[in-house]
């Protein structure tokens, strides 16, 4: 009979210990299972454009807000686990980061932890004034626009690069540069004054002597003629015209400064009454090249400048038969002619302004 009691203890006791052993395993797949959800599994929600960007001097508290409010991961829990176990709240980098579909939690803190930011490609074109570029900049990269604007009118700061307030336009040359998102609007400006320093090489500058002029005297022409053409092969013989006006002491008289000088880029027709615009940028009104550049001039036309085919042309005047071309001349005869042959044709196209 104990014989018997003993065997029925044995049996229950090896029964328990199966329940527990399976109880134990359930329990290890469960954690195993929970640990693989918050840390392996696909946990990360692709933003609009495919980018998170994290502002300077932000806290690990600011990224977890971050992350929340743009609804990028599933569970924002399961993310702060993860990424204490990797030290993250210790190594939050600003910048602008890639997200991938199925990103993990794991691969996302592994990515903002190593600051792998993807840069900006940012497309510089045409400006007319500072305000202008400044509100670009801003829109694409993290630099403050207000704070852009201000430097590029304070004298002091300026005159580390010898540059003023109505030169600082120049530096900006249109092209493709790569920028990190987190850059700072002091280090855009003396990331730009590197390149132009970087264009004007020996050759460029030589050929600016022998024009007997700076290199910011060309741009400034060359903004002049930038706004007067968009057909290239012109370029080289208006910056003639007036490389030769400039050499005989002429006044420049070029429409595109009276423009400027009005701060109306959308008149198609200069009359009297914008000629006798006060001002240092009306070239009717004051001799030699203006204070500054009125655009941004592409670097072909800056080389157009440089490169300049001599001309005994004094003169030139838009070409109604051949829209977006012009004619030149040497006399003022010849220019009368030709202006009064163009203002007749404005007026049949009734451009009155």
């Not at 900006?120 to 670009?136: E, G, I, P, Q």
């Not at 022998?210 to 930038?226: R, Y």
Request: glycine share 4%; hydrophobic share 40%.
């Amino acid at each position: 009979m104990a014989r018997r009691g003993k065997s029925r203890s044995s049996s229950l006791l090896r029964r328990m210990l199966v329940v527990l052993a399976v109880l134990l395993l359930f329990s290890a797949a469960l954690a195993g299972y929970r640990f693989y959800q918050m840390v392996y599994a696909p946990s990360v929600l692709l933003p609009d454009d495919g980018y998170l960007y994290v502002p300077s001097g932000s806290s690990y508290p600011d990224l977890l807000r971050l992350l929340q409010q743009k609804q990028m991961v599933r569970h924002i829990e399961h993310f702060d686990w993860t990424a204490r176990q990797m030290n993250l709240p210790e190594h939050v980098r600003p910048g602008r980061y890639r997200i991938r579909t199925g990103m993990t939690n794991r691969e996302l803190a592994a990515l903002l932890r190593s600051g792998r930011q993807e840069p900006v490609r940012l497309v510089l074109n045409k400006f007319r004034t500072t305000d202008d570029l400044a509100r670009y900049v801003a829109a694409r990269l993290e630099a403050d626009e207000a704070t852009l604007s201000l430097l590029m009118r304070d004298s002091i700061f300026l005159r580390r690069y010898d540059l003023k307030p109505t030169t600082a336009l120049a530096v900006m040359l249109p092209n493709t540069y790569e920028f990190f998102w987190n850059t700072s609007a002091e280090a855009f400006f003396e990331r730009m004054v590197r390149e132009y320093e970087r264009f004007w090489t020996p050759e460029r500058q030589q050929q600016a002597s022998a024009l007997q002029l700076t290199p910011m005297e060309v741009i400034i022409l060359a903004s002049i003629v930038e706004e007067e053409t968009n057909y290239g092969p012109e370029k080289g013989t208006i910056a003639s015209v007036y490389l030769n006006r400039l050499r005989l002491g002429m006044k420049l008289q070029a429409d595109p400064t009276v423009k400027y000088a009005v701060g109306d880029f959308s008149l198609r027709r200069v009359l009297r009454k914008h000629l006798e615009t006060p001002s240092p940028y009306n070239t009717y009104q004051t001799p030699g090249l203006p204070p500054g550049p009125i655009c941004t001039p592409q670097p072909a036309t800056i080389d157009a400048v440089l490169q300049a085919t001599p001309t005994n042309y004094l003169y030139f005047c838009a070409d109604p038969d051949n829209p977006g071309t012009h004619v030149f001349a040497s006399t003022h005869q010849q220019h009368n002619r030709n202006a009064k042959r163009y203002h007749r044709w404005l007026s049949e196209q009734g451009i009155l302004r």
